[in-house]
């Protein structure tokens, strides 16, 4: 047996103050959403997970943790690398996942296929890290919720065009839902279940 030496480098230089960076950064992303961070750290996950979304791997996930990943993600040295940095394990059952990671140009399946939490606790639902092309120059929404103050506009370059459905029908048992952050480069933007994507047409 062969071990991938990716497995045991590229992980954060400083664990401490980098994760104390990027969470930061996400929980403002995701208290005002709309708002762009950006995540610029030296971290090296094996592709095709990008370096800015092994970041926030790196921030979110430890022992407690079972991670969903896509099959390009599942097949890599994805798995061990999260195993040895986080002590994180992964699963192939989605509504299992405390978090699911997408790399660029995979296919993201319906949000309803995720843990969507309860009633009770609408905190046990799935977060999805889903990496795209960027957040310019796409098809355009208007976003309104809480943390908003009148509108904010993004233009999402890499996400299916049923993704409005999804994200409609993601609201619709509110509390329950899950999370999302996009990943664009060292780029990210949190839309958390609350806010409310209108397309913009023309």
């Not at 403002?28 to 997970?49: N, S």
């Not at 996930?61 to 040295?77: E, G, I, R």
């Not at 986080?86 to 997408?102: D, I, K, L, S």
């Not at 509390?175 to 994507?197: E, F, H, K, N, S």
Request: glycine residues 10%.
């Amino acid at each position: 047996m062969t071990l991938d030496t990716r497995t045991f480098s590229g992980g954060f230089p400083e664990p401490v103050f980098a994760a104390q960076a990027v969470f930061r950064t996400m929980m403002d992303c995701m208290a005002r959403p709309g708002t762009v961070g950006d995540i610029a750290v030296d971290v090296a996950p094996p592709p095709p997970l990008s370096p800015a979304a092994g970041a926030v791997a790196l921030t979110l996930c430890d022992h407690d943790t079972n991670v969903w990943l896509t099959p390009a993600l599942a097949t890599s040295a994805l798995p061990g690398w999260l195993a040895f940095h986080t002590g994180a394990t992964t699963t192939t059952e989605r509504q299992n996942a405390r978090f699911a990671f997408v790399e660029k140009g995979g296919i993201l399946p319906s949000l309803c296929l995720f843990a969507q939490g309860t009633q009770e606790y609408p905190d046990r639902s799935t977060t999805l890290i889903v990496e795209i092309e960027a957040f310019e120059g796409g098809r355009s929404f208007a976003m309104t919720g809480p943390g908003i103050r009148t509108q904010e506009h993004i233009a999402l370059v890499g996400l299916p065009d049923m993704f409005a459905q999804f994200w409609l029908e993601n609201g619709q048992n509110f509390p329950r839902g899950v999370d999302m952050i996009l990943v664009a480069g060292i780029r990210v933007l949190c839309l958390p279940r609350t806010t409310v994507l209108h397309i913009k047409e023309g």
